[in-house]
Nanobody, 130 residues
Framework: VQLVESGGGSVQAGGSLRLSCAASGFPYGDWAIGWFRQAPGQEREGVACINNRNGRTHYLDAVRGRFTMSSDNARNTVYLQMDNLKPEDTALYYC????????????????????????WGQGTQVTVSS
C-alpha cells in the first residue's frame, strides 16, 4: 500500500488549498480513505473520510461546510478541497486507508478515529496565517 500526499502550502486566512492523495497497491474502490491532521503538541484528528464502495463522506464538525472530500476512482486519487481556511487549520495533513469501510462511518460513531486506519502517507504541511 502506498499513499502519497501533495498540495500543502502556506496561505492567508480565508484562502483555499486542495490536497491530493495518490493511492496504489490495494483495491481502491473497496476501501475507506481518510484525511487526518496533527498540529504540534496535539493529537491526530480525523478531518474527513470516504467509503469508496458507496462514495459517502463524513466530516469533522469543525470543517463541515468548508472542506470537501472527493474521489477520482479512475486515477485512484482522493482530494481534500479546503476553503475559507483558518489559522486553527494549520497542521500536518495525512492521508490514510483501511480495508474496512467501517473505518470511515459506522452507526453510533461520529468521529473519524486514526487507530482504525492501518496505512498512512507521509503527510503534507498546511500553514494558515492570520
Amino acid at each position: 500500500v502506498q499513499l502519497v500526499e501533495s498540495g500543502g502550502g502556506s496561505v492567508q486566512a480565508g484562502g483555499s488549498l486542495r490536497l491530493s492523495c495518490a493511492a496504489s497497491g490495494f483495491p481502491y474502490g473497496d476501501w475507506a480513505i481518510g484525511w487526518f491532521r496533527q498540529a504540534p503538541g496535539q493529537e491526530r484528528e480525523g478531518v474527513a473520510c470516504i467509503n469508496n464502495r458507496n462514495g459517502r463522506t463524513h466530516y469533522l464538525d469543525a470543517v463541515r461546510g468548508r472542506f470537501t472530500m472527493s474521489s477520482d476512482n479512475a486515477r485512484n486519487t482522493v482530494y481534500l478541497q479546503m476553503d475559507n481556511l483558518k489559522p486553527e487549520d494549520t497542521a500536518l495533513y495525512y492521508c490514510a486507508a483501511d480495508r474496512s469501510v467501517f473505518a470511515c462511518i459506522q452507526p453510533g460513531r461520529t468521529t473519524i478515529k486514526p487507530h482504525l486506519y492501518d496505512n498512512w502517507g507521509q503527510g503534507t504541511q498546511v500553514t494558515v496565517s492570520s
